[in-house]
């Protein structure tokens, strides 16, 4: 009875190992296929076909919506989104990054093109903040660098003289 117990018990076990073994060699599997769809979505991107990425982005964050590398890709939505000049949709896929993925290494990336894209929609107070908010928040990043440069150029259009006659900068 007491070995009828233990075989039991040992038999158990292996199944359970066995399905252990299954699960970790399928997590592996969809680590792979992930990163493998990911790469070939960057390729499309890399040769300019932003409709074909932005599609390729949507579909991976379907599949692979909680993956690691699923900040990366909202990212990478938000920036086709931008290069097709659709850039009300980029500012809501970038704060998506920012609000979803709050340890995303897109978050300073993210920040500063919501900014950028402000900028274009000539909302130059959304835009001051956006980019303060990265030189504070990653000051020593490229996009604090980008940021600081943004600054400057809209302090000098700030500084801008109006003109006497008109009431418009010289730039209006």
Request: proline content about 3%; overall charge neutral; some cysteine.
């Amino acid at each position: 009875m007491m070995m009828k117990m233990m075989m039991s018990m040992l038999s158990g076990m292996l199944v359970v190992l066995f399905s252990l073994n299954l699960a970790i060699a399928a997590s592996s599997n969809i680590q792979e296929s992930s990163r493998h769809l990911y790469d070939r979505v960057m390729e499309e991107f890399k040769h300019r076909d932003y409709e074909a990425a932005l599609a390729g982005f949507r579909f991976f964050l379907e599949l692979h919506g909680q993956s690691s590398l699923a900040a990366n890709a909202q990212y990478w939505v938000g920036e086709c989104q931008y290069r097709l000049g659709r850039h009300k949709e980029a500012l809501k896929s970038f704060y998506q990054v920012v609000s979803s993925y709050p340890l995303s290494p897109k978050l300073g990336a993210s920040t500063l093109k919501i900014g950028q894209i402000y900028t274009r929609l000539k909302d130059h107070e959304n835009a001051r903040m956006m980019y303060e908010r990265v030189v504070d928040q990653y000051p020593e990043s490229a996009e604090a660098e980008l940021a600081r440069k943004a600054l400057d150029v809209a302090a000098m259009r700030d500084e801008e003289p109006v003109s006497p006659l008109t009431g418009n900068r010289s730039s209006d």
